[in-house]
């Protein structure tokens, strides 16, 4: 599956909600005699339709094993690996790696993060690195006390911001550390334009659950063809919490195969194999990522998102957050907002408090799109994962409407599914357009069920979130008023396939993308 999304305007709720989103299944709509015209949402809502599973089909595939050769280590201990870049500000851009080698084992011993340096060297001529920036390193580690579990702690992590860049400009980059002789291969980036309603990443691509099999490979290899500018990622990356501590073979279901783990087990080298399988491309294009309930991986002290915390650079300190969980940046004429499922999400918290002063900061005459990520969906018409995340819905969608959110993007639920533009559960032509680009590829199955299907409709106990409470309600209004499921695709659910992949989004114009 491959999705392009998306015309639509600066949405604000103090003009007529006269904004369009072309969204189209597939990249080239033609009959004989001529094109078909697309509908954009100016058209109004376009009646429901689903394209069900490919029974001759498999639902899913096998994770890639370790010794794959876009798993394994390609380097030297001492060289840099992993290599990936972060948008930072309209001057700056994060450049992480990771150096030394990760340890499993009963005891482990961390690596000393000052015993090797960080820095990048980079200008704008192949060869020539006019500019030196230095940043800070770290390990973590992930600890499981409980007998015959292993423990991990990583390589050295290293951040390094580069500041003062021009934008849409091509730089040329190394990192490591030159005093040790360590420093990488040339890389090369383009940075994005500047702000403006007039300039837009040239594509963005938008992933789910992405996972590390022979299906995820499939998807980064259409992804690298699609040439994109910037990589929004939902959540969901390395699944490496389907393993137990030894390794050996993933699961498809953890609770399934090892019902007696003590504790949501880890294979922390998952991750290391993930940064090296995504190196060729976040080496080049910056990708933004979002915490998933697989990254929770709790420790038995309580500790969670332990190696997304430390692997994953992001500009929390530039927009005010502070917290790796939600922040928000700029990428030419959109502003990006990504909000976390998995910490507080209420009016009374900090999260709340920081979205609605980051809304209100946000000039739609310089950045005319609002777009919103976050890893569980608000709404979904598949029976997995079916009003999961309703309290987080009931306690930020108002704000978002108010502000005038164009697109929400989401993953979870491991298909694809797009909304007419729906408020409340109610279709509504300000509302925003929810796209679930769920399933990039991940070691678990893809979603087949809808919960209108006969005897597929949850029951009040199924879907419980791994963090905030359960608000499961029925209908209040329209064809479903009194029920907790529909008895047909929801008039708000626009278009739903069961299949792995990822979106493509095009914007041209601030009233118009792809």
Known sequence: MQVAMGEVGANTRESPCILFLVLMVSL?????????????????????????FDPSLRKGSDDLPMDNPKLAKRVPSIFPE?????????????????????????????????????????????GKYKF???????????IYPYEGLLNYTSGIIHHVRLQGISSNTKYYYKCGDSSLSAMSEEHVFITPPLSSPHSYPHRIAVIGDLGLTSNSSTTIDHVVKNDP????????????????????????????????????????????????????????????????????EPQAEGETFASYKARFAVPSQ????????????????IHFIMLGAYVDYNKTGMQYAWLKQDLANVDREVTPWLVAAWH??????????YQEFECMRQ???????????????????????RMNRVYKYSLDPCGPVYITVGDGGNIEEIDTDFADDPGKCPGPSDNQPEYGGV????????????????????????????????????????????
């Open 82 to 126: 992993q290599i990936s870049l972060a948008l930072s500000t309209h001057d700056s851009m994060w450049v992480s790696w990771i150096t030394g080698d990760a340890q499993m084992g009963p005891i482990v011993k961390p690596l000393d993060p000052s015993s090797v340096g960080s820095e990048v060297r980079y200008g704008t001529e192949s």
């Open 132 to 142: 030196v920036q230095t940043g800070a390193a770290s390990v973590y580690s992930q």
């Open 28 to 52: 080239l709509v033609v009959e004989k005699g001529g094109s078909i015209p697309i509908p954009t949402t100016a058209d109004g809502p376009q009646k429901p339709v689903t394209v069900r």
């Open 471 to 514: 608000c499961h309600i029925n209908f209040t209004s329209g064809p479903a008023k009194g029920n907790f499921c529909w008895d047909k695709q929801p008039e708000w659910s626009a278009f739903r396939e069961s299949s792995f992949g990822h979106g493509i989004l095009e914007v041209s114009s601030s009233n118009l993308a792809m």
């Open 318 to 333: 530039e927009c005010n957050s502070n917290s790796s969980f939600y922040y928000s940046f700029n990428a030419s004429g």
């Open 376 to 385: 569980s969906p608000w709404y979904n018409s598949y029976s997995s994962h």
């Open 229 to 296: 500018s910037l990589i929004l990622m939902v959540g969901d990356l390395s699944y490496a919490n389907q393993y137990i501590t030894t390794g050996g073979k993933g699961a498809s279901c953890f609770q399934c195969t090892f019902p007696n783990a003590p504790i949501r087990e880890t294979y922390q080298p998952r991750w290391d194999g993930w940064g090296r399988f995504m190196e060729p491309l976040t080496s080049r294009v910056p990708m933004m990522v979002i915490e998933g309930n697989h990254e929770i």
């Open 395 to 417: 306690e930020m969608e108002e704000l978002l409407y108010g502000f005038g959110v164009d697109i929400v993007f989401s993953g979870h639920v491991h298909a694809y599914e």
